[in-house]
């Protein structure tokens, strides 16, 4: 083992067969077949982001065989990063990251991380454990060729090439710097992912995610030469794009080369953003096909956060409605299920969600999958049993309180973007007789995707004197991902806006509402409002409007549930009908002509109907 300042270079003891892999790859089925149902399983970045070590993949894997696996769960995911030994929590080490890579430049598991991957062996000993227990291995990886393996020009196995003769820097992912891209058109390229793909193999790798692929860039030529790479080693490897939203201008070719593919960026426990993936889902609902599928992202459900790139350790944020919403919008979409807390501590609730044969069956067996309707405050979705003629609906209520009448507001940054001249205002305010304050920040236009928000110095002032308002306790704070923080940005760092450090304000995520009491004798209000430099480098999101207002911007609550129509003969069903609460196993009764399920707010109701005998 020989080593550099910042990587380790591991001296593989695996050889392969380049004729055993072209004969297999000779007698491979359509890589379609390797998904027919959409992939179930546990990945780790909700829950260890960068971080996760062996044991805790070991604990993951042992609870999935025991209670998940007859549901049709098996996939074991490790997220990102698994080469370097020295990264961490809530964000990425790239100041003296330990990378772990062999003499071909592949980077390798990091051994104080993955004790078994010790003397060459690299994941298949990991790999080997989750078979044992009838499970499947993944990993994640990044997009293209590491950048220490190009400074230290290291070969290209089974070529005369170098890592020099095959990279290019441009379009580096934006943001983690640990790979360059690799030019399809060079001599070696395919060669380089040949050499991969022949070592994932040989780790017994079932499941691939590939980041920095498909989002804000598609990148067609790396996407082939992978596909090449894995069918080239006739094992069956399910190849997952990200992240998202993969532009829908290569759905085809995305569908005709991966078994799943992102619709969305990151996906959190938050409302505005489970909401959103109604309008998604809808968009993507015609490109799934057998072993091709549309991804929602990951299951943001149980304990999240532990060591994550966000939030705090907590159980999902999401309410018990709003996670039932969640799988059954997945389910009758037939999105993979990647499940993202960790598993030893789910609770009662938790495990049911994931273990509720009615709901999986629905994922795994539909067809003819389609929205009926998408409005503003309800949707509903429609499927067919193929095997009885049974019909499978989801009823969603959607409705929100209106978070805020943007009239009253007394002031209005207007719409703030990546492209706004410094990507900040400055809002000088009278607040005469004012008793309250109320700090909004709004989305845009833009979906809420990355929208990290920041108060910058925000002072009342009278003339005479000021107070800095975050010396003020407020009285309530909400935001749409995370909790608002003082002097730190909404994910825990520095507060930096257009480049510029500041050590005194509030970090926010859109939609936000943070309230104050005025103390008496201030009639000034001063602030400088602008994006986080967290989100400028992303791939989504950053559209925001901070507004401020003196009296409550809420708007009445909605009532606990609603009783939404649904037209049994506008979906082709004119006999009477017996329905079934698939989540409760519990029959409703007889209906004909119309079903009006009450359904609680931010909740979903999922049936099955059919048709009466008598």
């Known amino acids: ?24 790859a000779q007698t491979k089925k359509d890589f379609h077949d390797w998904a027919a149902t959409p992939p179930m399983g546990w990945n780790s970045w909700d829950c260890y982001g960068p971080t996760v070590t062996e044991a805790e993949v070991k604990a993951n894997a042992d609870y999935m065989a025991k209670y998940l696996k007859p549901y049709g769960w098996d996939y074991i995911v490790v997220d990102i990063r698994w080469y370097v030994g020295n990264d961490k929590a809530h964000g990425y080490n790239e100041k003296d990251p330990d990378y772990v890579l062999d003499e071909y430049g592949r980077f390798m598991p990091a051994i104080n991380r993955f004790p078994s991957a010790a003397g060459g062996k690299g994941f298949k000993p990991l790999a080997d454990y989750l078979h044992k227990k009838g499970l499947k291995f993944g990993i994640h990886i990044m997009r293209g060729i590491p950048v220490i393996a190009v400074k230290q020009n290291l070969p290209i196995k089974g070529t005369n090439l170098t890592a020099r003769d095959i990279y290019s ?64 080693t006739g094992r069956k490897i399910v190849l997952s794009t990200s992240p998202g939203e993969t532009p829908i201008a290569h759905a085809d070719h995305v569908q005709k080369n991966a078994n799943m593919w992102r619709t969305v960026g990151d996906f959190w426990d938050s409302w505005q953003q489970l909401k959103e993936h109604f309008e998604v889902f809808e968009r993507w609902n015609k490109w799934r096909a057998y072993g091709a599928y549309p991804d929602g992202d990951m299951l943001p459900l149980g304990h999240i956060g532990i060591r994550a790139e966000r939030g705090d350790p907590r159980m999902s944020a999401f309410t018990k409605d709003e996670q039932i919403t969640l799988m059954t919008l997945w389910s009758i979409f037939k999105s993979p299920l990647m499940f993202g807390g960790n598993l030893p501590d789910n609770d ?17 067996e539909s067809t003819n999958n389609k929205p009926l309707f998408t409005d503003k405050d309800k949707a509903a979705w429609i499927a067919d049993e193929p095997k009885t003629g049974a019909k499978y609906l989801a009823v969603f209520n959607t409705v929100d309180q209106k978070m805020v009448t943007e009239e009253k507001a007394i002031w ?48 009342l002032y009278n003339g005479k004197d000021s107070i800095k308002l975050n010396s003020l306790k407020w009285k309530k ?63 989504t999101g950053a559209t925001i409007k901070f507004l401020v207002f003196t009296q409550d911007p809420s708007g009445t609550p909605p009532p606990p549930n609603a009783k939404i129509p649904i037209n049994l003969k506008n979906i082709g069903l004119t006999d009477s009908y017996l329905i079934t609460d698939l989540w409760s196993g519990k029959v409703i009764g007889m209906f004909s002509g119309e079903f009006v399920p009450e359904i609680n707010s931010h909740g979903a109701g999922l049936y099955k109907i059919v048709k009466s005998n008598k």
Request: proline share 3%.
């Open 169 to 232: 820097e441009k379009d580096q992912c934006l943001w983690l710097h640990d790979m360059y891209t690799v030019l399809p058109e060079k001599p070696g390229a395919q060669e380089y992912y040949n050499s991969l793909f022949e070592l994932y193999a040989s780790w017994g790798l079932d499941f691939i995610k590939i980041d920095d692929l498909s989002s804000p860039i598609y990148f067609e030529g790396e996407i082939d030469m992978i596909r090449k790479a894995i069918d080239r």
């Open 477 to 539: 704070a909400t935001s749409g991902w995370e909790k608002p923080k003082m002097n730190q940005s909404v994910s825990g760092n520095e507060l930096i806006v257009n480049n510029v450090k500041y050590d005194n304000g509030i970090g926010t995520h859109s939609n936000s509402i943070i309230e104050f009491d005025i103390p008496e004798g201030y009639n000034g209000f001063k602030v400088l409002v602008g994006l986080d430099n967290a989100c400028i480098s992303q791939n």
């Open 348 to 364: 009662p609730f938790t495990l049911s969600l994931l273990t509720n044969k009615n709901v999986l069956k629905v994922l795994n």
């Open 1 to 24: 083992m020989i080593r550099t300042k910042s990587c380790r270079i591991v001296l593989s003891t695996l050889l392969f067969s380049v004729s055993t892999f072209t004969i297999q």
């Open 412 to 459: 209005n940054s207007g719409l703030i973007t990546r492209s706004t001249l410094g990507q900040s205002a400055l809002a000088d305010i009278d607040i005469s007789g004012a008793k309250k304050l109320y700090l909004v920040v709004n989305d845009g236009d833009n979906k809420t995707d990355w929208d990290h928000a920041d108060w910058i110095e925000p002072t």
